[in-house]
Protein backbone atom coordinates (compact mmCIF):
# COMPACT_ATOMS: atom_id res chain seq x y z
CA UNK A 1 0.00 0.00 0.00
CA UNK A 2 1.51 3.22 -1.35
CA UNK A 3 1.12 5.89 2.12
CA UNK A 4 3.88 7.99 1.06
CA UNK A 5 2.32 11.24 0.91
CA UNK A 6 -1.01 12.90 2.48
CA UNK A 7 -4.46 12.72 0.02
CA UNK A 8 -6.16 14.22 2.06
CA UNK A 9 -5.34 17.42 4.88
CA UNK A 10 -7.24 20.02 6.95
CA UNK A 11 -5.29 22.90 8.47
CA UNK A 12 -7.25 24.68 11.35
CA UNK A 13 -10.39 23.22 10.24
CA UNK A 14 -13.83 25.10 11.52
CA UNK A 15 -17.67 25.37 10.71
CA UNK A 16 -20.35 27.66 11.83
CA UNK A 17 -23.59 27.37 11.54
CA UNK A 18 -25.91 29.87 12.34
CA UNK A 19 -25.89 33.29 12.40
CA UNK A 20 -26.76 36.18 15.61
CA UNK A 21 -26.56 34.50 19.10
CA UNK A 22 -27.62 31.78 17.69
CA UNK A 23 -24.58 29.95 16.79
CA UNK A 24 -23.54 26.01 16.32
CA UNK A 25 -19.62 25.40 16.34
CA UNK A 26 -19.71 22.16 14.32
CA UNK A 27 -16.00 22.28 13.78
CA UNK A 28 -13.00 23.52 15.98
CA UNK A 29 -9.87 23.82 14.09
CA UNK A 30 -9.47 20.35 13.27
CA UNK A 31 -6.14 19.24 12.09
CA UNK A 32 -5.43 15.94 10.34
CA UNK A 33 -3.47 13.91 8.25
CA UNK A 34 -4.94 10.98 5.75
CA UNK A 35 -2.39 9.11 3.89
CA UNK A 36 -2.73 7.80 0.48
CA UNK A 37 -4.58 4.21 0.73
CA UNK A 38 -5.58 4.61 4.31
CA UNK A 39 -8.68 2.77 5.68
CA UNK A 40 -9.87 5.35 8.11
CA UNK A 41 -12.91 5.49 10.55
CA UNK A 42 -14.02 9.16 11.97
CA UNK A 43 -16.11 8.29 15.36
CA UNK A 44 -17.61 9.83 18.00
CA UNK A 45 -21.13 11.23 19.06
CA UNK A 46 -24.02 11.91 17.10
CA UNK A 47 -23.87 15.86 16.13
CA UNK A 48 -20.58 16.61 17.32
CA UNK A 49 -18.84 17.09 13.71
CA UNK A 50 -18.58 13.78 12.10
CA UNK A 51 -20.60 14.30 9.37
CA UNK A 52 -19.34 18.23 8.79
CA UNK A 53 -15.67 17.02 8.75
CA UNK A 54 -16.70 14.27 5.95
CA UNK A 55 -18.70 16.93 3.85
CA UNK A 56 -15.99 19.52 4.48
CA UNK A 57 -13.23 17.15 3.26
CA UNK A 58 -15.27 15.99 0.05
CA UNK A 59 -16.39 19.88 -1.18
CA UNK A 60 -19.95 19.21 -0.13
CA UNK A 61 -19.57 22.81 1.99
CA UNK A 62 -17.41 24.98 2.97
CA UNK A 63 -15.71 25.51 6.04
CA UNK A 64 -16.00 28.94 7.54
CA UNK A 65 -12.22 29.29 8.08
CA UNK A 66 -9.06 26.44 7.28
CA UNK A 67 -8.26 24.72 4.50
CA UNK A 68 -8.70 21.32 3.08
CA UNK A 69 -6.20 19.69 0.59
CA UNK A 70 -6.70 16.56 -1.74
CA UNK A 71 -3.57 15.64 -3.45
CA UNK A 72 -1.79 18.64 -2.29
CA UNK A 73 -4.79 20.80 -4.04
CA UNK A 74 -6.57 23.53 -1.66
CA UNK A 75 -10.02 23.05 -2.31
CA UNK A 76 -11.17 25.56 -0.54
CA UNK A 77 -10.92 28.64 -2.82
CA UNK A 78 -11.55 26.72 -5.62
CA UNK A 79 -14.78 27.82 -7.71
CA UNK A 80 -18.18 25.81 -7.54
CA UNK A 81 -16.88 24.35 -11.18
CA UNK A 82 -13.41 23.86 -10.45
CA UNK A 83 -14.93 21.73 -7.06
CA UNK A 84 -17.94 19.88 -8.69
CA UNK A 85 -14.73 18.70 -10.70
CA UNK A 86 -12.91 17.31 -8.66
CA UNK A 87 -15.91 15.54 -7.06
CA UNK A 88 -16.36 13.88 -10.00
CA UNK A 89 -12.98 12.26 -10.59
CA UNK A 90 -11.37 11.98 -7.56
CA UNK A 91 -13.89 11.61 -4.66
CA UNK A 92 -16.93 8.50 -4.10
CA UNK A 93 -19.82 9.41 -2.51
CA UNK A 94 -21.56 6.66 -0.15
CA UNK A 95 -24.29 7.52 2.09
CA UNK A 96 -26.62 5.80 4.77
CA UNK A 97 -29.57 6.14 2.44
CA UNK A 98 -28.40 4.92 -0.23
CA UNK A 99 -29.44 8.37 -2.71
CA UNK A 100 -30.57 6.04 -5.67
CA UNK A 101 -32.51 7.88 -8.08
CA UNK A 102 -35.50 5.74 -7.76
CA UNK A 103 -36.70 6.01 -11.39
CA UNK A 104 -33.71 4.30 -13.13
CA UNK A 105 -32.66 0.96 -12.72
CA UNK A 106 -28.97 -0.49 -10.40
CA UNK A 107 -27.38 0.00 -13.97
CA UNK A 108 -28.95 3.73 -15.16
CA UNK A 109 -27.83 4.48 -11.45
CA UNK A 110 -24.44 4.08 -11.94
CA UNK A 111 -23.68 5.10 -15.92
CA UNK A 112 -25.20 8.62 -14.83
CA UNK A 113 -22.30 8.81 -12.11
CA UNK A 114 -19.93 8.87 -15.64
CA UNK A 115 -22.05 11.54 -17.60
CA UNK A 116 -21.65 13.79 -14.58
CA UNK A 117 -18.11 13.98 -14.77
CA UNK A 118 -16.72 15.84 -17.98
CA UNK A 119 -13.44 14.14 -18.05
CA UNK A 120 -14.86 11.01 -18.63
CA UNK A 121 -15.82 10.98 -22.27
CA UNK A 122 -17.26 7.15 -22.78
CA UNK A 123 -19.76 6.64 -25.45
CA UNK A 124 -23.12 5.28 -23.76
CA UNK A 125 -22.27 1.62 -24.98
CA UNK A 126 -19.33 1.85 -23.06
CA UNK A 127 -20.79 3.50 -19.83
CA UNK A 128 -23.17 0.37 -19.74
CA UNK A 129 -20.30 -1.86 -20.10
CA UNK A 130 -18.41 -0.85 -16.75
CA UNK A 131 -21.60 0.16 -15.09
CA UNK A 132 -22.22 -3.92 -15.51
CA UNK A 133 -18.47 -4.41 -14.51
CA UNK A 134 -19.15 -2.25 -11.40
CA UNK A 135 -22.12 -4.07 -10.83
CA UNK A 136 -20.67 -7.64 -10.81
CA UNK A 137 -17.69 -6.36 -8.42
CA UNK A 138 -20.19 -6.26 -5.72
CA UNK A 139 -22.32 -9.08 -6.55
CA UNK A 140 -25.18 -7.65 -8.34
CA UNK A 141 -25.25 -8.31 -12.18
CA UNK A 142 -27.93 -10.64 -12.01
CA UNK A 143 -29.67 -6.99 -10.57
CA UNK A 144 -28.63 -4.63 -13.38
CA UNK A 145 -32.40 -3.98 -14.45
CA UNK A 146 -34.15 -3.72 -10.87
CA UNK A 147 -35.21 -0.44 -9.61
CA UNK A 148 -34.11 0.41 -5.95
CA UNK A 149 -37.67 0.14 -4.24
CA UNK A 150 -36.72 -3.78 -5.75
CA UNK A 151 -34.00 -4.47 -3.54
CA UNK A 152 -33.09 -4.61 -0.45
CA UNK A 153 -31.72 -2.22 1.70
CA UNK A 154 -27.77 -4.16 1.30
CA UNK A 155 -28.38 -4.56 -2.15
CA UNK A 156 -28.84 -0.75 -2.48
CA UNK A 157 -26.03 -0.02 -0.67
CA UNK A 158 -24.10 -2.23 -2.81
CA UNK A 159 -25.20 -0.28 -6.30
CA UNK A 160 -24.22 3.56 -4.45
CA UNK A 161 -20.96 1.43 -4.12
CA UNK A 162 -20.10 0.75 -7.39
CA UNK A 163 -21.82 4.03 -8.10
CA UNK A 164 -19.20 5.73 -6.14
CA UNK A 165 -16.22 3.79 -8.56
CA UNK A 166 -18.03 4.69 -11.48
CA UNK A 167 -15.46 7.57 -12.22
CA UNK A 168 -12.15 5.59 -10.59
CA UNK A 169 -12.13 8.17 -7.62
CA UNK A 170 -8.92 8.21 -4.74
CA UNK A 171 -10.57 8.73 -2.30
CA UNK A 172 -14.28 6.94 -0.80
CA UNK A 173 -15.81 8.96 1.65
CA UNK A 174 -18.68 7.00 3.78
CA UNK A 175 -21.15 8.54 5.79
CA UNK A 176 -22.41 5.79 8.44
CA UNK A 177 -23.11 2.91 5.17
CA UNK A 178 -23.93 0.29 7.23
CA UNK A 179 -26.13 2.30 9.96
CA UNK A 180 -29.33 1.67 8.49
CA UNK A 181 -28.90 -2.21 7.21
CA UNK A 182 -29.82 -5.64 9.44
CA UNK A 183 -26.80 -7.74 10.14
CA UNK A 184 -26.58 -9.92 7.41
CA UNK A 185 -26.86 -7.10 4.80
CA UNK A 186 -24.24 -4.88 6.70
CA UNK A 187 -21.95 -8.19 6.73
CA UNK A 188 -22.50 -8.14 2.33
CA UNK A 189 -21.44 -4.33 2.49
CA UNK A 190 -18.41 -4.14 4.46
CA UNK A 191 -16.92 -7.30 2.99
CA UNK A 192 -17.57 -5.31 -0.33
CA UNK A 193 -16.42 -2.17 1.20
CA UNK A 194 -12.61 -4.21 2.39
CA UNK A 195 -12.31 -5.83 -1.13
CA UNK A 196 -12.23 -2.24 -2.84
CA UNK A 197 -10.11 -0.88 -0.29
CA UNK A 198 -7.58 -3.97 -0.95
CA UNK A 199 -7.47 -1.95 -4.39
CA UNK A 200 -5.66 0.42 -3.07
CA UNK A 201 -8.57 3.36 -2.67
CA UNK A 202 -8.40 5.78 0.53
CA UNK A 203 -11.45 4.86 2.03
CA UNK A 204 -12.75 6.82 5.01
CA UNK A 205 -15.95 5.97 6.56
CA UNK A 206 -18.03 7.57 9.83
CA UNK A 207 -19.40 5.50 12.00
CA UNK A 208 -20.89 4.11 15.18
CA UNK A 209 -19.73 0.60 14.58
CA UNK A 210 -17.56 -0.34 17.11
CA UNK A 211 -16.28 -3.41 15.30
CA UNK A 212 -15.72 -1.45 12.05
CA UNK A 213 -13.93 0.76 14.22
CA UNK A 214 -11.61 -1.74 15.33
CA UNK A 215 -10.40 -2.52 11.67
CA UNK A 216 -9.07 1.01 10.70
CA UNK A 217 -5.31 1.68 10.47
CA UNK A 218 -6.38 5.48 10.92
CA UNK A 219 -9.26 6.09 13.69
CA UNK A 220 -10.25 9.77 14.35
CA UNK A 221 -12.57 10.77 17.13
CA UNK A 222 -14.61 13.29 16.54
CA UNK A 223 -15.76 15.01 20.29
CA UNK A 224 -17.38 18.97 20.55
CA UNK A 225 -16.35 19.49 17.47
CA UNK A 226 -12.66 18.56 18.39
CA UNK A 227 -10.21 15.83 16.76
CA UNK A 228 -9.46 13.74 20.09
CA UNK A 229 -7.49 10.61 19.85
CA UNK A 230 -6.03 10.86 16.84
CA UNK A 231 -4.17 7.56 16.11
CA UNK A 232 -2.45 7.47 13.15
Do not use: W
Not at 74 to 85: C, H, V
Not at 191 to 206: D, L, P, Q, Y
Amino acid sequence: MDKEYSIIKTEGLEKLYGKGAVKTHALKGVDIEIPTGAFTCITGPSGHGKSTLLNLIGGLDKPTAGKVFIGGVDITGLSNGKLAAIRASKIGFVFQFFNLLQNLTALENIQTAMMLNPAIKLTSKAQKEKAAELLELVGLLNKADAKPYELSGGQQQRVSIARALANNPDILLMDEPTGNLDTESEKEVLEHIFAVHKTGKTVIIVTHNDSLAKKAELLLEIRDGRCLNYTP
